[in-house]
């Protein structure tokens, strides 16, 4: 017996049987139904029809979005009112759409972009910056609200925060640090708050793609199950209060993003982020500010394998298929020869790597610690989907 919701566990059965199209397909309906949750919306059983349709490849995704939109036109004409499914449905498609394309760019332009196409039809002003200043009040908060950017400084700040990631090199940094950095630019990104709605799923979408663009393997498991504690960390990255002792921490943040990236299997439930939250009396785990963060040793080796993010990139495709060339590599990286050239050596360096046989017929071959650590993550993932922490009503009782 499975915690999954109902439309997950229909989804589900895609992924455990195992053809790769439709497994990746699953994932990206999975991903994107989750998300509605970070404003408490919920897909009508048409929209999942429509996923399942898609995923058994009897239709594309264009024709599942003009089936939505011709299925809300209809109910519209005859007088039917369903906002909420509406926009669920809508944006669900929409983000499926997005994440099943083999496309990227890192820009604020593409950032509009993807909040445009999510939100077209649905939100006043899609993929334009707010033009006034916004509070929101939050459960997490106790009712009290983030402090968001100005509206005259949405832009300016969203192009600084790009300049700073851009001009930051992942080369050099341990898994940990990364990951930390990674955590750190989303919070950035989704505390400038640049539209008016929709910023904390355009903001997941956009992270889910960059991310992509690295070469990291995603299962976005996490956003599926867990996208309401995501806004919920992002909150509390962004909220100090010092007269009630409250201050701003990444933890919880750090928490769900070494999950999603290092296979870590913190307990991701809403309570422990409420600024109220105090240790049980059962004993259970207070998770405050000042608490120490947990290491994540889910790795064998934990967060502490010896390989930077684009080295872990390079050790994930090998590892499925060790018999790709660097120009193959490069392709499927993003990046030039010469600089898979220069990561396969360093890993062969550290002894994460080696090379069996010749240039022409060879092989690469990841280390047994490598090994372990992938079928580890693999593991976890597994074990994820067929068990739940808590649900979205669960967290704010």
Known sequence: MTDLKPWAFELEAYIR????????????????????????LEVSEYLIDTAKEHIEGKIDSLDARRRIDGYYEQRRSR??????????????????????????????????????RLFTGIIKGAGEVRPYNITKKEWVLAGETVLYAPCELVWESLKYDFEQEASFSYADVSLAEAVAHIAKFASGIWQIHPFREGNTRTTAVFVIKYLSSKGLVVTNDEFKEHSWYFRNALVRANYTDFQKGVHATFRYLDRFFENLLLGAKHELKNRYLHVDYRQMANGEESQSASAAVPKCNTWGAGCTLDCTLDELAVLRLLAADGSLTQKALASQLGISERTVKTRTVRLQEKGLLRRDGGKRSGRWIVSDEV?????????????NDISKEDSHHDSAN
Do not use: N
């Open 371 to 383: 090994e372990a650590a992938l079928q580890i993550k693999e593991k976890v993932s597994v074990s």
């Open 79 to 116: 007088g039917i009112a369903e906002e909420d499914i509406e926009e669920a449905d809508k944006v669900s498609q929409r983000i499926a759409e997005i994440l099943g394309e083999d496309t990227f760019q890192f820009s604020p332009a593409a950032l509009m972009a993807i909040h445009k």
């Open 17 to 40: 049987e195992g053809e790769p199209d439709r497994a990746r397909k699953a994932e990206v309906w999975q991903t994107a139904i989750g998300l509605q949750a970070v404003d408490g």
